[in-house]
């Protein structure tokens, strides 16, 4: 059974830094896209990036791109992201998901891609 678990949020003031880690257990050897999300109330649950475990291929949201960063560690069955200069407009909840083995997709950030979520874990930056 595939079991996500992030840690990592907190708080942080404009242009930090902080890293979420989610702890990916259950899958098998076949291909997967593991991906972190944010949300804030009111709004639709928002892609951030992915990452295809077949290659490393990554894809990010506009609105952090060249500012976050998507990695897996196979070894510690270990999925990251290192968010860098921070911005208020990031702060969310923010979950870790993980779809079922599949082909490259289209949309790697689309929500209704992913099958398996965690519980997720705030994230509050400040001015």
């Known amino acids: 059974q595939v079991r996500l678990v992030e840690s990592g949020g907190g708080s942080v003031q404009a242009g930090g830094s902080l890293k979420l880690s989610c702890a990916v257990s259950?899958?098998?050897?076949?291909?997967?896209?593991l991906a972190w999300f944010r949300q804030t109330p009111g709004k639709e649950r928002e892609g951030v990036a992915a990452?295809?475990?077949?290659?490393?291929?990554?894809d990010y949201a506009d609105s952090v791109k060249d500012r976050f960063t998507i990695a897996q560690d196979n070894a510690k069955k270990t999925l990251t992201l290192q968010m860098n200069s921070m911005k208020p407009e990031d702060t969310a909840l923010y979950y870790c998901?993980?779809?079922?083995?599949?082909?490259?997709?289209?949309?790697?950030?689309?929500?209704?891609?992913?099958?398996?979520w965690g519980q997720g874990t705030q994230v509050t930056v400040s001015e």
């Open positions: 998901a993980g779809t079922k083995p599949t082909g490259v997709l289209a949309t790697p950030l689309a929500a209704t891609a992913y099958y398996y």
């Open positions: 259950g899958y098998g050897f076949l291909p997967v896209y």
């Open positions: 990452i295809y475990t077949a290659g490393d291929r990554t």
